[in-house]
C-alpha cells in the first residue's frame, strides 16, 4: 500500500510501505492496477507531492493519492510528472487546496488543472533531458543503498551477534541485557552523551545567519537540508549541529522517532525544539554512536506518550535507554572499517541534492520554452 509518504521528489518508495492481503489488493484494483510509469499526486498531508511509479511490485494506492496514466498518443508520462513538479502546477494546486487543520484537494478539483503542452517530440526532449538527472540520482541512490546495507550489516554482525574479530576467545557473562561478552557493559544512552537536548525556538528570516533543520529534514534514517529554513536568533554554542551528532525527531505521529547522523561539517546551524540532539561522549566513536541510536528507530518511535496528534519523546526517556557498550579499542576499530562506507553515502547524498538543485533549475527554463530545447538536447 502506497501512503503520502511513500511519494517525494518525483519519486514513489515502493519498499517502505505496509502490506495488505491478496483479496484487499484485488478489492482496491478493480477499477485499475498501478503500473510501472503512472503518475502519483498527493492531495493530503502533504498537498502537492509527486512521484512516477519506477518499479513493477504490486501496488496499491491509498486514499490521499490521486493517480495519472497519460494517453502516450497525447502526452508524455515523464513530462507530465515534470510538468506537476513546476511551479506553474504546484501554483494550482495550491490555489485549491483547503481547510483549515489539513490542506487537502478536492478530487473533482485535480482533472480542472490547466498546462502548456507542446508537440509530443518536444515533450519527450524536455522529459529525456530532465529525466538523465533522475537516472544519475537513481544510480546514486542504489549506490547508498549498497553501503548503508554493508556497514549496518557489519555493526550486527559484531555488535548484536557478537561475532566480532577475536570473539571465540571472549565468554560471555549475564547482564541486564542478557549475556554479552567480557568486558563489555551495559550503559545508559545518557552515560555515552556528552550532551541530549532539543533545540531552539527560531526566529525565521529568509536573510538570516543561519540554518534550522526540523522534522522534514530527517527522513530514511538520512539528513536532507533542503527544507531547512534561515533564522536570525542566536543560537547557544552547545545547540549548534556538529559532525557526529545523532538528531531524533521528538514530536509528531509519524514522523517521531525518525534518527538521522550528521556526517558532514556543517556551519551556523542547529534544530528546532522538535528535535533532540544525541552527541557521542568523550571515547565514544561516532561511528559506533551513530550505528547504535539508527537501530533504536522503532525504539524511539514507542516510547513516545500523549494524546493522538501530539505525541512526544522526552529527553529524560532517550537518555534512560540501555545500550551494550563495547570496549573502546573495538569501537574504534569499527569506525576505521565502516567509516569509508559511511563517508561514501553522504558523498553520494551530496551529489543527490546538487544534482537535484540543478535538475529543479533548469526544469522551469525549459517547460517555459525559456531553452531551446533542440538546441540543448544537440
Same mark, same amino acid.
Not at 40 to 61: H, M, S, Y
Not at 307 to 319: C, K, P
Given at each position: 500500500?502506497?501512503?503520502?509518504?511513500?511519494?517525494?521528489?518525483?519519486?514513489?518508495?515502493?519498499?517502505?510501505?505496509?502490506?495488505?492481503?491478496?483479496?484487499?489488493?484485488?478489492?482496491?484494483?478493480?477499477?485499475?492496477?498501478?503500473?510501472?510509469?503512472?503518475?502519483?499526486?498527493?492531495?493530503?498531508?502533504?498537498?502537492?507531492?509527486?512521484?512516477?511509479?519506477?518499479?513493477?511490485?504490486?501496488?496499491?494506492?491509498?486514499?490521499?493519492?490521486?493517480?495519472?496514466?497519460?494517453?502516450?498518443?497525447?502526452?508524455?508520462?515523464?513530462?507530465?510528472?515534470?510538468?506537476?513538479?513546476?511551479?506553474?502546477?504546484?501554483?494550482?494546486?495550491?490555489?485549491?487546496?483547503?481547510?483549515?487543520?489539513?490542506?487537502?484537494?478536492?478530487?473533482?478539483?485535480?482533472?480542472?488543472?490547466?498546462?502548456?503542452?507542446?508537440?509530443?517530440?518536444?515533450?519527450?526532449?524536455?522529459?529525456?533531458?530532465?529525466?538523465?538527472?533522475?537516472?544519475?540520482?537513481?544510480?546514486?541512490?542504489?549506490?547508498?543503498?549498497?553501503?548503508?546495507?554493508?556497514?549496518?550489516?557489519?555493526?550486527?554482525?559484531?555488535?548484536?551477534?557478537?561475532?566480532?574479530?577475536?570473539?571465540?576467545?571472549?565468554?560471555?557473562?549475564?547482564?541486564?541485557?542478557?549475556?554479552?561478552?567480557?568486558?563489555?557493559?551495559?550503559?545508559?544512552?545518557?552515560?555515552?552523551?556528552?550532551?541530549?537536548?532539543?533545540?531552539?525556538?527560531?526566529?525565521?528570516?529568509?536573510?538570516? !545567519?543561519?540554518?534550522?533543520?526540523?522534522?522534514?529534514? #530527517?527522513? @530514511?534514517?538520512? *539528513?536532507? $537540508?533542503? +527544507?531547512?529554513?534561515? =533564522?536570525?536568533?542566536?543560537?547557544?554554542?552547545?545547540?549548534?549541529?556538529?559532525?557526529?551528532?545523532?538528531?531524533?525527531?521528538?514530536?509528531?505521529?509519524?514522523?517521531?522517532?525518525?534518527?538521522?547522523?550528521?556526517?558532514?561539517?556543517?556551519?551556523?546551524?542547529?534544530?528546532?525544539?522538535?528535535?533532540?540532539?544525541?552527541?557521542?561522549?568523550?571515547?565514544?566513536?561516532?561511528?559506533?554512536?551513530?550505528?547504535?541510536?539508527?537501530?533504536?528507530?522503532?525504539?524511539?518511535?514507542?516510547?513516545?506518550?500523549?494524546?493522538? !496528534?501530539?505525541?512526544?519523546?522526552?529527553?529524560?526517556? #532517550?537518555? @534512560?535507554?540501555? *545500550?551494550? $557498550?563495547? +570496549?573502546?579499542?573495538? =569501537?574504534?576499530?569499527?569506525?576505521?572499517?565502516?567509516?569509508?562506507?559511511?563517508?561514501?553515502?553522504?558523498?553520494?547524498?551530496?551529489?543527490?541534492?546538487?544534482?537535484?538543485?540543478?535538475?529543479?533549475?533548469?526544469?522551469?527554463?525549459?517547460?517555459?520554452?525559456?531553452?531551446?530545447?533542440?538546441?540543448?538536447?544537440?
Amino acid at each position: 500500500m502506497l501512503r503520502t509518504t511513500n511519494v517525494r521528489n518525483g519519486y514513489v518508495d515502493a519498499e517502505n510501505v505496509r502490506y495488505v492481503s491478496e483479496e484487499t489488493y484485488k478489492k482496491w484494483t478493480r477499477r485499475l492496477v498501478p503500473k510501472r510509469g503512472d503518475i502519483i499526486l498527493t492531495r493530503e498531508a502533504p498537498l502537492g507531492d509527486v512521484g512516477k511509479i519506477r518499479t513493477d511490485d504490486l501496488v496499491f494506492l491509498g486514499q490521499r493519492l490521486y493517480h495519472f496514466r497519460p494517453d502516450p498518443k497525447k502526452l508524455d508520462a515523464d513530462f507530465l510528472l515534470y510538468s506537476l513538479l513546476g511551479s506553474d502546477l504546484q501554483g494550482q494546486i495550491r490555489g485549491f487546496g483547503s481547510g483549515s487543520t489539513v490542506e487537502h484537494m478536492r478530487l473533482e478539483d485535480i482533472p480542472c488543472l490547466e498546462f502548456n503542452v507542446p508537440p509530443l517530440p518536444v515533450q519527450r526532449r524536455i522529459a529525456g533531458i530532465l529525466s538523465a538527472y533522475d537516472e544519475l540520482i537513481e544510480n546514486s541512490q542504489r549506490r547508498i543503498k549498497i553501503l548503508e546495507t554493508m556497514a549496518r550489516g557489519l555493526y550486527r554482525e559484531w555488535f548484536v551477534h557478537f561475532r566480532f574479530p577475536g570473539h571465540e576467545s571472549v565468554s560471555r557473562i549475564p547482564s541486564p541485557l542478557g549475556d554479552i561478552p567480557q568486558g563489555w557493559e551495559v550503559k545508559k544512552l545518557e552515560d555515552i552523551s556528552s550532551y541530549i537536548n532539543r533545540g531552539i525556538t527560531p526566529r525565521y528570516d529568509d536573510e538570516g !545567519g543561519s540554518l534550522v533543520i526540523n522534522q522534514k529534514c #530527517i527522513r @530514511d534514517q538520512r *539528513l536532507s $537540508l533542503d +527544507p531547512a529554513r534561515k =533564522q536570525s536568533k542566536s543560537i547557544p554554542i552547545e545547540k549548534l549541529v556538529r559532525f557526529g551528532d545523532v538528531l531524533i525527531n521528538s514530536t509528531g505521529v509519524g514522523t517521531l522517532g525518525r534518527v538521522a547522523q550528521v556526517y558532514k561539517s556543517l556551519e551556523a546551524c542547529t534544530v528546532d525544539t522538535h528535535v533532540t540532539i544525541a552527541r557521542p561522549g568523550d571515547g565514544i566513536d561516532l561511528d559506533y554512536f551513530g550505528c547504535s541510536l539508527l537501530r533504536l528507530q522503532e525504539t524511539f518511535e514507542r516510547l513516545g506518550i500523549g494524546a493522538t !496528534g501530539q505525541t512526544e519523546l522526552g529527553r529524560a526517556a #532517550i537518555a @534512560d535507554i540501555d *545500550l551494550v $557498550l563495547p +570496549p573502546t579499542d573495538l =569501537q574504534r576499530h569499527f569506525g576505521e572499517a565502516a567509516r569509508g562506507m559511511r563517508a561514501a553515502t553522504a558523498a553520494y547524498a551530496n551529489q543527490i541534492q546538487n544534482l537535484r538543485r540543478t535538475r529543479d533549475l533548469l526544469l522551469p527554463r525549459l517547460l517555459s520554452g525559456q531553452i531551446d530545447v533542440e538546441t540543448l538536447a544537440a
